[in-house]
């Protein structure tokens, strides 16, 4: 069984023995990854150099051939961790196995559980399925590969996968009168994306039902003149605010609606 890591630092098993790789090794490896699980020799050469050479084309196949002796010295086949296919016309295409394991799938499985139980109104089960996920984010995902382009959509995926289960336990936190912690939180969200709107929302919320006004109002103040200076619509944070300061939002219970951020209902899988 092939497990793979992509979360943090790329790491290969098989059969949960770890499998030790070259970093262009590891570079193949996340290329095929997020291609998908197939590449073929022509586009596996382009993913490892921005500018290849003549020697490129062999110097790949070398790259699969190492990687795949390497699983036989553990026990394994080379087929079990990439197969090569030959298709008419003398086309070659290689394939890493559609039954390993990877961690940044188990992830997304579990935040979108995380977030259909919120949707379901199950907060307890939510709130605790969601932390331990999150507590798998390890930073920027496909560390290696962060600067290739072909690795940007699928950078993207895992990042907008992990800031809707951020936000959604954020928002179950909330609603189970985990402010504090939610503060806390949600700083850290918006340190690593200031311009995640919803998250500022949910400060200022925390804040309020820490008891917090000022900070609260404060909070709304800064998103305001952020917005104001990106020449975007902050009608829904000058709403937020004054709600705020005439403390007519609940202080406990469900997250009100309104305000033009969408329904706390709502959760993207």
Not at 27 to 40: D, K, Y
Not at 225 to 241: D, V
């Amino acid at each position: 069984m092939i497990q793979m890591e992509v979360l943090g630092p790329f790491t290969l098993r098989f059969k949960y023995q770890l499998v030790d790789l070259q970093p262009m090794h590891e570079l193949m490896l996340l290329g095929f990854v997020s291609a998908g699980g197939t590449l073929s020799a022509d586009r596996l050469v382009e993913i490892l150099w921005d500018q290849p050479t003549a020697g490129s084309a062999a110097t790949s196949r070398g790259y699969v051939s190492r990687v795949r002796q390497k699983v036989k010295v553990l026990g394994g086949t080379g087929d079990e961790v990439i197969s090569t296919l030959r298709l008419a016309g003398g086309r070659t295409h290689y394939r890493i196995p559609d039954g390993y394991a990877l961690d940044a799938n188990r992830f997304q499985e579990q935040i979108a559980a995380g977030c259909q139980a919120y949707r379901l109104g199950n907060l307890e089960a939510s709130y605790a399925r969601l932390g331990l996920t999150l507590k798998f984010w390890k930073g920027k995902p496909l560390r290696a590969a962060h600067e290739r382009w072909w690795a940007f959509d699928y950078i993207d995926r895992l990042e907008s996968s992990y800031k809707t289960g951020a936000i959604t336990h954020l928002k179950a936190a909330i609603e189970l009168g985990h402010h504090r912690e939610a503060a806390a939180e949600t700083r850290h969200l918006i340190d690593n994306w200031p311009e995640e709107e919803e998250a500022w929302q949910l400060l200022a919320i925390a804040h309020y039902r820490s008891g917090h006004i000022d900070e609260a109002a404060s909070t709304c103040r800064r998103i305001i003149g952020s917005l104001r200076e990106r020449g975007h619509n902050e009608l829904s944070f000058q709403e937020l605010q004054r709600a705020i300061l005439a403390r007519t939002l609940p202080w406990r219970g469900p997250l009100p609606a309104g305000f033009g951020w969408p329904d706390p209902r709502d959760c993207q899988k």
